[in-house]
């Protein structure tokens, strides 16, 4: 009778049965914990610190005897510990010896104290028992780190904010390239949604970790924060755009077959993911390549706008000064590689730093322009003659003696 009812039944509740008496042959529970606390700590060279390790769950057996490993950057005493039925915490003091960015404390394997086990029966995940720690020359510099990063990161978030104001008050966005803005908003609308999935999304975030072991999830609130207000404010300048004085300016063909590209290869990429041959993650990594481009072409409609009307008027100069703070960025990923003597941000991540890299080339020609090349005194014309170029409209000032409006410059 037992062999009919097998037989009759479906497959797959008989392999998760099995599955289970395999793990509980293993000694393996899926409610047994073994977790560090403080599960990440960032010491100094030459400090010492005290990590406590807890086992969650039930020891039916014996004594059971857990062997810790660590890179050979940092010291553990003990390295063996035994937990019981009456022991389930054990302290481990934790020397940092070498500078480092990122290392662990392992479970290495355990054992049973009657002997009658075999070894490396961990009645845990071990993948799960770790504690991340990094050791770096100075606080000081790690000081440095965190306040640069928030000080770009508040510039940035309020560099939108003088175009809008300019516009409002101008009650013209004459000046301002189209192709730029629209790049912008494909960009941070791409942006965007990385960082809300890769934030919000907890089966892209099992992807993540899945991929990338141990690694945490590289993006914070602030980040959605900051990606969502970037992308409302660009969505508002657009709008500015049908509601103030225009002129004959329009966006490129250049941009209009660049745009459609990307937002092409967006929509793609949804629908192979929709289709299963993409996971989510990839889907929102290709994304992020589309930011990336935006970020490598945007800057030149502005630039090349700026040079043939001669004149950065109805453009403002409070973004790209409120951007120039992508200085910190670099800074940070220096002073950060120097305490920890991990330079592999600059060759492991080069998009990164040439991203920041070319933001501050165009920060610099855009201040030239402003300042120094196309220096106006507060008092401009608002009329412009329009000159045809292959790629867009542009408008030049009208220096006829008639005119004699008022043009408020930012």
């Not at 009759?8 to 977790?35: H, M």
């Not at 039925?85 to 003091?93: G, M």
């Not at 935006?294 to 630039?303: C, H, I």
């Amino acid at each position: 009778m037992l062999y009919n009812i097998v037989k009759k039944a479906s497959p797959l509740p008989i392999l998760a049965l099995l599955a289970l008496l395999v793990l509980n042959a293993q000694g393996v529970d899926a409610k047994n914990t073994f977790v560090g606390n403080p599960s990440e700590v960032t010491m100094t060279l030459g400090d010492q610190t005290t990590l406590e390790f807890t086992y969650t769950g039930e020891l039916l057996l014996d004594d059971l005897i857990i062997e810790f490993e660590s890179s050979s950057n940092i010291k553990l005493s003990p390295s063996t510990i035994v937990l019981s039925s009456n022991v389930t915490t054990a302290k481990l003091q934790v020397t940092a010896t070498t500078v480092s960015s990122l290392s662990f404390v392992d479970v290495k394997n355990c054992s049973w104290g009657s002997g009658n086990h075999t070894s490396d029966e961990c009645p845990f995940n071990k993948l799960e028992a770790f504690a991340r720690i990094k050791v770096v020359h100075s606080n000081v510099i790690s000081i440095l780190v965190f306040l640069s990063g928030w000080i770009y990161f508040f510039a940035w978030s309020i560099s939108f904010y003088p175009q809008i104001f300019l516009n409002w008050q101008r009650k013209s966005v004459i000046g301002l390239n189209f192709d730029f803005l629209v790049l912008n908003i494909i960009g941070f609308a791409c942006y965007t949604v990385y960082n809300v999935m890769l934030y919000f999304d907890s089966n892209v975030q099992e992807i993540y970790i899945q991929t990338h072991a141990r690694s945490l999830i590289p993006v914070l609130l602030n980040d959605v924060v900051f990606a969502v207000h970037a992308l409302v404010a660009c969505i508002v300048t657009g709008l500015q755009c049908f509601m103030y004085e225009r002129g004959t300016q329009r966006i490129s063909y250049i941009c209009r077959g660049w745009s459609s590209l990307l937002v092409a290869f967006s929509v793609v990429s949804l629908a192979v993911t929709l289709a299963n041959v993409l996971n989510w993650l990839q889907f929102i990594n290709y994304l992020s390549y589309v930011k990336m481009a935006v970020t490598l072409s945007k800057y030149f409609p502005q630039a090349i706008l700026n040079f043939k009307r001669k004149s950065t008027v109805g453009w403002s100069i409070g973004n790209v000064l409120l951007d120039f703070p992508v200085v910190l960025d670099i800074c940070q990923m220096v002073l950060q590689a120097s305490n920890t003597e991990d330079w592999s941000a600059f060759y492991g991540n080069p998009v990164k730093f040439g991203l920041g890299m070319i933001s501050m080339v165009f920060d610099v020609v855009f201040i030239i322009q402003h300042y120094g090349l196309y220096r106006h005194s507060s008092t401009e014309t608002r009329e412009y003659d329009q000159v045809e170029t292959n790629d867009a409209v542009s408008i030049t000032p009208d220096t006829s003696p008639n005119t004699s409006n008022v043009e408020i410059r930012a």
